[in-house]
Structure formats: structure tokens, C-alpha cells
């Protein structure tokens, strides 16, 4: 079974219909110990880091995902999801999960650019990952958001987008993956990588 993360940041559903549409059981849940449980996870979120940081550790999920991480469950992160498993993120300097050294970078800090970053660009794969299997050269994805994930080792970083700077658009480490994009909102190229992570086994 495939655990949606419930900690009152979003999306939920969208996430849900995109399983469902691409033949996938799952349940939706704010329980640490069926998020533990689960054969693999999805750690989806929409908002500010502080809000969601909060309600990750008055559940204690928080410990729940780091437990599941060190059992090498495949956990896939998406938008917020991919900010929050840093170590921190510059929105109040809020602490994070830390399953990735490094923090979540404001576009604020770049005269010029429109915020928050909105609509569909492709990526820049930089290592190769089973997630990224059958996708074509032009995929686009969708993003919303005015943060993005910034890790401190380059080897943490798995593809990058342009927007008038090139940000990280796709983190990992072990068994975590985690894009910036909406996975769920993007269309074939979407679905796809998500069926790639509900067949992943991770080494």
C-alpha cells in the first residue's frame, strides 16, 4: 500500500486521482505508524514551511519519515515535500527534516524574476534515476512555487530547471526522490514518473 502523507498542506486528492488513474492502491493518512508501515510513501504539500513543519511534528511524522527513510522506503516528495526534507528553509528560518543537508532558497533573492514561479518548463536531467525511465527529451512539468530546494552536495541533485536562473528541480537521496514540480498536475509526463516511483526498488 502507498501512504499519502496527510499534514494539512494540500493536494491530497489531486495526488490520490493521479494513483488511481494510473492503477495504484493507496490510503491518505496522518498516522505515523501507518505511514511507516506503508510499502511506500508520498510526501506531497502546498504552503509555507513553518505551517507545515508544525503540523509534521505535533503528529509526529516528522519521526515517521525519518524511521522510514532509514528502512529504505521509497518516499517521493513533491512541491513543498521537496523544500521541507532540507535542513532548513530561509521562509522564518524554519528547521526542517533534514534527510538532505542544505535549505530552501527564496527566488526573492534574484532581482527580475516573477513570483512565484507558475507553469510548465521542462528539466535538465543531471543524473540518472530510475523515476526519469521513458521519458521523452521535451517533457514538461508543472510548477507553483517561490522556494525551491537548494542541497549543499551536488550530488543530491538529480535534474535542474531554467527560470532565469537554474534551480534544483529534482532532489534525492537514497530512497528519497522528491521534485518541485507537481508531479500529479503534469500531465502524461507526470504519470509516468509517477508509476516509475511506484516501481522503484531502491539498492
Not at 22 to 42: C, E, F, H, L, Q
Not at 76 to 84: A, D, E, K, R, V
Not at 175 to 185: C, D, G, N, V, Y
Amino acid at each position: 500500500m502507498i501512504a499519502i502523507v496527510d499534514y494539512s498542506a494540500g493536494n491530497l486528492t489531486s495526488v490520490g486521482r493521479a494513483l488511481e488513474y494510473a492503477g495504484y492502491n493507496y490510503i491518505i493518512t496522518s498516522d505515523p505508524k501507518k505511514v511507516m508501515n506503508a510499502r511506500r510513501i508520498i510526501f506531497p504539500g502546498v504552503g509555507a514551511a513553518g505551517a507545515a513543519m508544525k503540523n509534521i511534528k505535533s503528529l509526529m511524522l516528522d519521526k515517521a519519515l525519518s524511521v522510514a527513510f532509514e528502512m529504505k522506503k521509497p518516499i517521493l516528495g513533491i512541491c513543498l515535500g521537496s523544500q521541507i526534507v532540507m535542513s532548513e528553509s530561509k521562509e522564518n528560518n524554519q528547521q526542517c527534516l533534514g534527510i538532505i543537508e542544505g535549505y530552501a532558497k527564496s527566488f526573492s533573492e534574484n532581482a527580475g524574476l516573477k513570483i512565484p514561479h507558475m507553469g510548465w518548463n521542462g528539466i535538465n536531467i543531471e543524473r540518472q534515476h530510475p523515476i526519469f525511465s521513458g521519458l521523452k527529451k521535451d517533457a514538461e512539468f508543472y510548477f507553483v512555487h517561490g522556494f525551491y530546494p537548494l542541497p549543499e552536495n551536488r550530488k543530491h541533485i538529480f535534474a535542474t530547471t531554467d527560470y532565469g536562473i537554474e534551480f534544483p528541480s529534482v532532489v534525492g537521496s537514497g530512497s528519497l526522490i522528491a521534485t518541485q514540480f507537481h508531479i500529479e498536475k503534469s500531465g502524461e509526463a507526470g504519470l509516468k514518473m509517477l508509476s516509475n516511483f511506484c516501481n522503484w526498488k531502491p539498492l
